[in-house]
Structures are given as structure tokens and as C-alpha cells.
């Protein structure tokens, strides 16, 4: 009898301490500590926000609430892969790692482990192939899309001819600042200009050396992918030699307040691109008031609210949530495994009529995700600060990437990898 | 004059300013190694949380604002008022002696005649401990940093070397305030060692603790006295980098820099935390300018500590450091 209630006991101890496993898992891969906190913070707090008023208004989604698990990986490569594996067995649904180098290292594992991986706009460029990455997803933008939609807006400033032209490009020194060089070398021999490369070694407190180089050389125009406090130290540096900033482009993860305000009226006229509009007058704002700000439930200090980062944490939430929506519709199953999410993710068309009836109309791309297509539109806008009113105002509409360029060194990089790795292509119909 | 040996000599300028700011860091390491024998690996967090406190006491920022918010539901996040810079520096200044104080009260008396690795490692935690510290304070967000520094192109050094060689020189303003506290800062801590009663103090603890002890010097005197002088400099080193970044935690980093110039330069010589600094900044920036491009670039970082290691090979203790001798 004893024994009967000590494993009865027991039992509900293991329920009570476990996670109801009808929720849906969303880990987040956050870093609210370290050199990056900065920029980490407001993307976590609009990830658990998003999520905070999808439950408390919906009672999640399909009525089952989402359990989001958040662990810390201070932008270490290493300790994301520990989140990684500390999370995985809570029934995880989609990793998003927020760091290239993080993604790089779970593209074997979550793919081993039959999770996928959504790397918005961030990551390895080439998993936009679904025949060869069948679990990794960087929609709706990847950085050679990035880096080719930039040179198209330098090209739209220069009557299309940009021959002789110099660019220079200022990069962080890691996987993900290395990302575009590939894409840029190729627009370089397509139109003609001359590319020159920067490197800033983590974290990018010290530029002096890069910023005399760039003075000595006076290129045309300066483009950056840089992360933390790299970005307002390229800006400061940048104003302090007196760059036109308005020829100095960022990448969309340089691209926040974070980078602008340090350097007050000197960032004035920096651009950057934009995965999605700036600002937060949008709908679906009333409800994140109602749900989550009012009812004391944010995330964090609750002082990010409508920054540019914070409101990309929320575009993540949108689109994983989405996701397993979709894969909800499919399965005809309210409690999905990650398999049925990745199918999801797969069957993924957010149209601009979703994304207004999400309260969010026109906030980012309309794209449609496939088999074989894992990256998106590959479009993006061009955003630019005003340092009197500190705001970012679009300056373009959305700007494609030149397909004829990145679409065959997709293919030439994702074959290499599937070779590598002896996988062998999916087809899709 | 060809514009690369022109290039050069600007590069060289710049590198001797980004010297003095590493400087700014070691000098920190320096004082609380002479004193005490400690390696503080928290000089590099008590620089960012000096920042922090600045431009919070600055701000008029509640502290904790975060913290009392989730206790008792209020939203309080600053008080409404505006310090002006010199009383707000006065405030920090307090507040780093205040540090000073409970660090000597809470650690460092309980680890009297410990092995240096084990006051090292009460650092180690200290740093991490600071750091979380600083966050719940004055939360982690960026913060524009604004006591009326200089900042930008120094106009009259670029029309002078423009009248001279047709190529404007570029020497950012902050860089020559940076040197010109710096020098300050030298002449003041030699002059407060040398001559006064407690720098003399200070000078016999640092020669020989049990000696000191013995003639009546309160250790733990001096060594709060100690600690707030790494704190001040701490400030300082906060400040001139914070103007650059924004005060952010990365800015705790910046005891990476520090490392080389105290390698070369001993960890025992104010002097030596100068000329290492100076020779570190000139050194990566000229190799950068020159080799750099040719191997792909940023060789700033790793080529610090290859230019310090090579200076040990010939001088273990450093250029200025004291030869160790122990008898047995």
C-alpha cells in the first residue's frame, strides 16, 4: 500500500515538474548577457512578448498553449549548442539561434535530430536550398540577397553604372561577417567595381586602423555587416572622417537605434537595409498593450517596446507561430511534433492579407516558402536615421536581390555541402 | 613626400593616441598589482560599471528601477532631473570608493596571506558578480555617454599637415583629450607616490607587506586606498571609451587590451603600463597598415600579444617590471 503511494507520489511529482505535453515547445536562444546583450535583448523580449499575448488572448494557437523555454547563449557559440542540446528533448518545435555561428553548428544536429532550424534573415545563405537543407529555413531574406540588394540600391543612386566605382566592405570577423563576400565579389566582376574587404575582430571596440584605411582609399561607398557594439563604433568612426553617411549601408542587423543614437547627430543620413518596416503602428500593438504590457507580463525591463530589434523578435514569434498554424491545418493535429512543422514551414505563404488580419499589415514581405525555395522572397527595403527626430524612415519600396547571381552560387555552395556530407537531393515537385 | 610613407606617419600618430588609451586600462592593473599583489581581473567590468554609474547618476536613472518596478508594480525609471557632468563624475567617484570599501570589508580581508591564484580567482568572481550587478542596477541597454568631450576630426592638425605635405592628417579630438587626462593622470599618481605620506604608505606595502605591517601601516588602509585609485582610473578608461561606443557591456572587453601592454610594459611600472601601451598602439596599427591587407587583416588583436610575447623572450619581467628574485 505504501509503495503504491510513494509511486503515485512520484508520478505526480514527474507531471507537475515536467512540461504538459500538450504545449507547444518554442526555445529561444537568447543572450541577454555579454558584449551583445544589447542587441539580444530587445529581439528576446519581442520573441516572448509575441508569445505572452498569443496565449493570454488566444490561449496559444489552435487553443494549445506555447511554452517558450529561453536559455542563454551570450553569443557563444559553444553555449548555444548546450541550449541546443538542453532544450531538444521538451519537445522543441523550431530553433531559432539568433547567431550564424550558433546556426552553422545545429545544421547537422537539429537535421540529425529531425528539428528544423529558422535562421530569419541570418545563418548559412545556402540552406535557401530545401532540396539539400531539408530542416534548416532562413526566409524571408538571406545575406547574399542582402549583400545583392544593397549594390542594386547603390546601382538605383548611380544611373545604373557603377563601373570603376570603389566599395569597400567593413565586416565582422566571423562566419556571419564573411557571409557576403562570396555575392560581392561576383557583383563586383558583373558590374565592374572595386571591392575592398575590412575585417573588425570581435568585438569591435577598436576600429581606428579600418576607418584610416577607408579615409586613405575613399571609396564611393562603405557597406557594413557588423553586430553589437562593432556597429556604433563603424558609425562614430565613420562621422568622425567625415564619410557622406548616407553612402554608408548597413545590413539589416546593422541596422537598430542601438547602432545610431551613440553617435548622436553624426549618424545623421546612415542607411541600412530593412527586412521589415521600422517602426510599431500597427495593430496588432493594442493587443500587445492589452495582453502583455498593461497586464504586467513583459519581457525583460519592458522598455524595448517598438524598437527596430524588438519588433524583429516579434516578426520571428509571427512567422514560427504561423508555422505551426500551417502545420496544424495540415495534420488536422493540435499538439504537432516538429516533423508536422516542418512541413508547415514548408506549405508557409504569408500573403499580405494574413499578414493584416495579424495586425500587422504591410510590416514585412509577402513570400511563399517550398520544397525547394527554404529562403523567401529575397527582397528587403532601404531604411535610413534622422538623428533630429531619431527615427528610421523608409527611403525605398522593396528591393530585389539579382537573382542570376545568387541563385547559382545557392546551388554551387548547397551541392558542395551535400557532397560533403553524402546527402543526397530531395526532389521537389 | 609618397603618399604611403605619409599614410605611415598617420597611422603611426593614431596608433600612439589608441596607445594611450590602452594605457588607460593597464594603469588600472598596474596600481592594484603594485599594492597588493593581485591580479584584478575585474578592472575591465569596474571600468564599465564606473561608465554605467556616470551616465546613470547623469541621467537622473533610478537604480534598481527594474528590480523596484517588479516588487511593488511602480514604473519608475528616472527621477526627472539632469546631473551636470562634474558633479555626476564627484557622485561616481564616491560610489567607486563606496566599492572600495566593501570590496576590502567583504573579500579581500578574508583573504589575507591566501595564494595569489586565489585572490585572482575572488576577482574572477567579482567581475561576474559586478557585471550582473551593473545590469540590475542601470539595466543593460545602450547609453549615450555625454560630458562634453571633444569629438571628431581635429581641424587645425589637418590644415597644418595639409599646409605642409598636401595630405591632412587625421587625429581625432577625443583621442588628444584622452591623452592629455592621461598625462594628468601620470603625473599626478607619481606625484601622490612619491611625495606623499600615504603614497610613500603605498609604496612600502607594495615593496613589502610584512615590513609595512610592521612600522605600523594599516594594510587595509591602503589597500581601499588602492582600489578607489584603480577605481578613478577605472572611470576614466570608461569614460574615454564609453564616448566612442556608447557605455554598453562590451566596454568591459576592453581589459583584453590591457593584457598585452602589461605584458610588455610589467605589471608593476607605471611607466611601463605608458610605454607598453604606446608601443602596443603603434606597433598593431603600423602592421595592420602594412601586413595587414597582404594576410586578410584584423591582425590588431592577435598581433598585441605576439609583440608582447616577443618582447618576454628577452625581458621576462617586462620592460619595466622587477626582476623576481627568490632565494631558496
Known amino acids: 500500500m505504501k509503495l503504491t503511494k510513494l509511486v503515485a507520489a512520484a508520478a505526480l511529482a514527474i507531471a507537475a515538474a515536467s512540461p504538459a505535453l500538450a504545449d507547444l515547445v518554442l526555445p529561444s536562444l537568447s543572450y541577454r548577457t555579454g558584449p551583445y546583450a544589447v542587441n539580444g535583448i530587445p529581439v528576446a523580449d519581442g520573441f516572448a512578448d509575441y508569445l505572452t499575448m498569443l496565449n493570454a488572448r488566444d490561449g496559444g494557437i489552435g487553443g494549445v498553449p506555447i511554452k517558450m523555454i529561453e536559455c542563454e547563449t551570450g553569443y557563444n557559440t559553444e553555449k548555444g549548442v548546450e541550449c541546443y542540446e538542453a532544450t531538444k528533448g521538451e519537445g522543441a518545435l523550431i530553433y531559432s539561434p539568433l547567431s550564424t555561428g550558433i546556426t552553422y553548428q545545429l545544421i547537422p544536429k537539429a537535421t540529425a535530430d529531425g528539428i528544423p532550424v529558422h535562421s530569419m534573415g541570418y545563418g548559412r545563405t545556402s540552406a535557401a536550398n530545401g532540396k539539400v537543407f531539408e530542416w534548416i529555413f532562413n526566409y524571408p531574406a538571406t545575406y547574399w540577397d542582402g549583400a545583392s540588394i544593397a549594390i542594386n540600391h547603390i546601382l538605383a543612386l548611380e544611373n545604373n553604372d557603377i563601373k570603376g566605382k570603389k566599395i569597400a566592405l567593413v565586416y565582422h570577423n566571423s562566419g556571419y561577417g564573411k557571409e557576403p563576400i562570396r555575392t560581392l565579389e561576383e557583383l563586383a566582376k558583373k558590374h565592374g567595381f572595386e571591392l575592398s574587404l575590412l575585417p573588425v575582430d570581435h568585438p569591435g571596440q577598436e576600429q581606428k586602423s579600418q576607418w584610416l584605411s577607408i579615409r586613405q582609399q575613399k571609396p564611393d561607398y562603405v557597406l557594413m555587416w557588423g553586430w553589437g557594439v562593432m556597429n556604433p563604433v563603424a558609425i562614430q568612426e565613420a562621422a568622425n572622417i567625415r564619410f557622406p553617411m548616407d553612402h554608408f549601408i548597413g545590413i539589416w542587423w546593422s541596422g537598430s537605434e542601438n547602432d545610431v543614437l551613440p553617435a548622436g547627430a553624426g549618424s545623421n543620413g546612415y542607411k541600412a537595409l530593412a527586412l521589415a518596416n521600422p517602426g510599431d503602428g500597427y495593430p496588432i500593438m493594442a493587443d500587445m498593450k492589452k495582453y502583455v504590457y498593461d497586464a504586467g507580463k513583459s519581457a525583460g525591463a519592458g522598455d524595448q517596446v517598438g524598437t527596430v530589434l524588438y519588433m524583429r523578435g516579434m516578426y520571428q514569434a509571427l512567422l514560427s507561430t504561423e508555422a505551426i498554424r500551417k502545420a496544424q491545418e495540415m495534420s488536422g493535429e493540435m499538439n504537432v511534433t516538429p516533423a508536422m512543422v516542418r512541413d508547415g514551414m514548408e506549405a508557409l505563404n504569408i500573403t499580405e492579407e494574413l499578414m493584416a488580419a495579424r495586425g500587422m499589415p504591410g510590416f514585412g514581405p509577402a513570400f511563399q516558402v517550398s520544397c525547394a525555395n527554404h529562403g523567401g522572397s529575397g527582397i528587403a527595403k532601404i531604411q535610413q536615421w534622422d538623428a533630429t527626430t531619431k527615427k528610421w524612415s523608409l527611403v525605398t519600396d522593396w528591393i530585389s536581390a539579382d537573382r542570376s547571381i545568387i541563385d547559382p552560387l545557392i546551388a554551387e555552395d548547397s551541392e558542395a555541402f551535400a557532397k560533403e556530407n553524402n546527402i543526397t537531393e530531395r526532389a521537389c515537385n | ?328
Not at chain 2, 511593488?72 to 551636470?84: E, I, L
Not at chain 2, 566599492?99 to 568572481?125: C, D, S
Open chain 2, 1 to 328: 613626400m609618397p603618399d604611403q610613407l605619409l599614410f605611415a606617419m598617420e597611422v603611426t600618430l593614431n596608433g600612439l593616441m589608441a596607445g594611450v588609451l590602452y594605457s588607460l586600462v593597464a594603469l588600472g592593473f598596474v596600481l592594484i598589482f603594485k599594492a597588493s599583489g593581485i591580479f584584478n581581473y575585474a578592472q575591465g567590468v569596474m571600468a564599465l560599471f564606473a561608465a554605467l554609474t556616470l551616465v546613470g547618476i547623469q541621467d537622473g536613472q533610478v537604480p534598481f528601477a527594474h528590480l523596484i518596478n517588479a516588487i511593488f508594480g511602480t514604473n519608475v525609471h528616472h527621477f526627472g532631473w539632469h546631473v551636470p557632468a562634474v558633479f555626476a563624475i564627484i557622485l561616481t567617484l564616491g560610489v567607486m570608493v563606496l566599492f572600495a570599501i566593501i570590496v576590502e570589508r567583504y573579500i579581500l580581508k578574508h583573504l589575507v596571506n591566501q595564494e595569489p591564484i586565489i585572490l585572482f580567482m575572488a576577482t574572477i568572481g567579482l567581475a561576474y558578480f559586478m557585471e550582473g550587478f551593473g545590469d540590475l542596477m542601470w539595466g543593460s541597454d545602450i547609453k549615450k555617454l555625454d560630458i562634453g568631450l571633444p569629438q571628431g576630426l581635429n581641424e587645425t592638425l589637418e590644415s597644418v599637415t595639409y599646409g605642409w605635405w598636401g595630405y591632412g592628417f587625421f587625429i581625432d579630438n577625443l583621442d588628444i583629450a584622452a591623452t592629455i587626462v592621461a598625462a594628468i593622470l601620470v603625473i599626478t599618481l607619481t606625484l601622490f607616490s612619491q611625495y606623499s605620506k600615504t603614497g610613500r604608505a603605498l609604496r612600502a606595502v607594495a615593496d613589502d607587506h610584512q615590513a609595512a605591517l610592521s612600522v605600523g601601516i594599516s594594510l587595509r588602509f591602503i589597500w581601499v586606498i588602492v582600489w578607489s585609485i584603480a577605481g578613478f582610473v577605472a572611470l576614466v578608461a570608461g569614460v574615454m571609451w564609453g564616448a566612442k561606443s556608447g557605455v554598453q557591456f562590451s566596454l568591459s572587453l576592453i581589459a583584453l587590451k590591457a593584457l598585452p601592454v602589461l605584458m610588455l610594459g610589467g605589471f608593476t611600472s607605471i611607466p611601463g603600463a605608458i610605454v607598453g601601451g604606446l608601443i602596443i598602439g603603434v606597433g598593431e596599427k603600423l602592421f595592420e597598415f602594412s601586413i595587414g591587407p597582404m594576410i586578410g587583416g584584423a591582425t590588431e588583436n592577435w598581433f598585441a600579444y605576439m609583440l608582447a610575447l616577443l618582447f618576454l623572450v628577452f625581458r621576462p619581467q617586462g620592460l619595466f617590471g622587477d626582476k623576481i628574485i627568490e632565494r631558496v
